[in-house]
Nanobody, 123 residues
């Protein structure tokens, strides 16, 4: 059973930074591509960023490009999302996801999900 646990969310002022972490209970985390998605109240879950298993390929939503950075440490079974220059519209629950198949921007293609961590940005 794959478990993903996000942490690092919180309340921040616009313009500040947060770093989200995703702890994976996988000895073979390096076999999984990973992604970050978010869901704001009343909206559908949307793609934020994705990273290939070896870390060579990254993908970002246009809305976060240049501000967010996805990374991973396979030796520690950890994934990260560094979020800089946060905006009010970044407010959402952020989810970590993983899958054995190559990363996509489509949520339903990911088999494994964390429970989410709340990020609230005050304007």
């Amino acid at each position: 059973q794959v478990q993903l646990v996000e942490s690092g969310g919180g309340l921040v002022q616009a313009g500040n930074s947060l770093r989200l972490s995703c702890a994976a209970s996988l000895r073979t985390f390096s076999n999984y591509d990973m992604g970050w998605f978010r869901q704001a109240p009343g909206k559908e879950r949307e793609f934020v960023a994705a990273l290939s298993r070896g870390g060579a390929s990254t993908y970002y939503a246009d809305s976060v490009k240049g501000r967010f950075t996805i990374s991973r440490d396979n030796a520690k079974n950890m994934g990260y999302l560094q979020m800089n220059s946060l905006k009010f519209e970044d407010t959402a629950i952020y989810y970590c996801a993983a899958d054995l198949h190559p990363a996509t921007v489509v949520a339903r293609t990911y088999a494994h999900w964390g429970q989410g961590t709340q990020v609230t940005v005050s304007s």
